[in-house]
T-cell receptor
Framework: SQTIHQWPATLVQPVGSPLSLECTVEGTSNPNLYWYRQAAGRGLQLLFYSVGIGQISSEVPQNLSASRPQDRQFILSSKKLLLSDSGFYLC???????????FGEGSRLTVL | RKEVEQDPGPFNVPEGATVAFNCTYSNSASQSFFWYRQDCRKEPKLLMSVYSSGNEDGRFTAQLNRASQYISLLIRDSKLSDSATYLCVVNAGGYQKVTFGTGTKLQVIP
């Protein structure tokens, strides 16, 4: 069966510090991968999606970046965090053509 | 107009009640539709897909109205464990992008 792992689960970072969130999927090949952010009391905002290794599409301009160095690995990064980057970050994967998403457990980021 | 709109609630209902949520979408070319459930501070989990002919899964019934561009979720015989936020999701296809509604919060009361 397919599983998705995301880490770290919780982190508190100072403004201006770097960020790296990692996500890996097991049990499937060539999935679509997504990074979403959910701010407190708000809906899910799509940040990045990827249809293959090295192929990243960004949905909103921001100080975040994403990379997909391997088929089942998706990384969210920032060189310098802002207060507004606080939120609940969710990695997800989908099987091509279905639109159904399967989420990791999320990473809760607080920027102070 | 938002791409996907939901009443945020909260819907406070007693155990055993029937409750229904609607979700409207703006893109008439949308191809697939889903309901997700999200517990507090947890990740969303797929509850059910929504098919054109309507579909049922136990106490849950989902329906699609393409003419009026909305989907609905009906929960019968509500349980305390049904308390959660229900997210409507619409996929317009293409680059496999999906759009989430902001969710409807349900609180089932003893």
């Amino acid at each position: 069966s397919q599983t998705i792992h995301q880490w770290p689960a919780t982190l508190v970072q100072p403004v201006g510090s770097p960020l790296s969130l990692e996500c890996t999927v097991e049990g499937t090949s060539n999935p679509n991968l997504y990074w979403y952010r959910q701010a407190a009391g708000r809906g899910l905002q799509l940040l990045f999606y990827s249809v293959g290794i090295g192929q990243i599409s960004s949905e909103v301009p921001q100080n975040l970046s994403a990379s997909r160095p391997q088929d089942r690995q998706f990384i969210l990064s920032s060189k310098k965090l802002l207060l507004s980057d606080s939120g609940f970050y969710l990695c997800a994967w989908s099987i091509r053509g279905t639109g159904e998403l399967f989420f990791g457990e999320g990473s809760r980021l607080t920027v102070l | 107009r938002k791409e996907v709109e939901q009443d945020p609630g909260p819907f406070n209902v007693p155990e055993g009640a029937t409750v229904a949520f609607n979700c409207t979408y703006s893109n008439s070319a949308s191809q697939s539709f889903f309901w997700y459930r999200q517990d507090c501070r947890k990740e969303p989990k797929l509850l059910m897909s929504v098919y054109s002919s309507g579909n049922e899964d136990g106490r849950f019934t989902a329906q699609l109205n393409r003419a009026s561009q909305y989907i609905s979720l009906l929960i019968r015989d509500s349980k305390l464990s049904d308390s959660a936020t229900y997210l409507c999701v619409v996929n317009a296809g293409g680059y496999q992008k999906v759009t989430f509604g902001t969710g409807t919060k349900l609180q089932v009361i003893p």
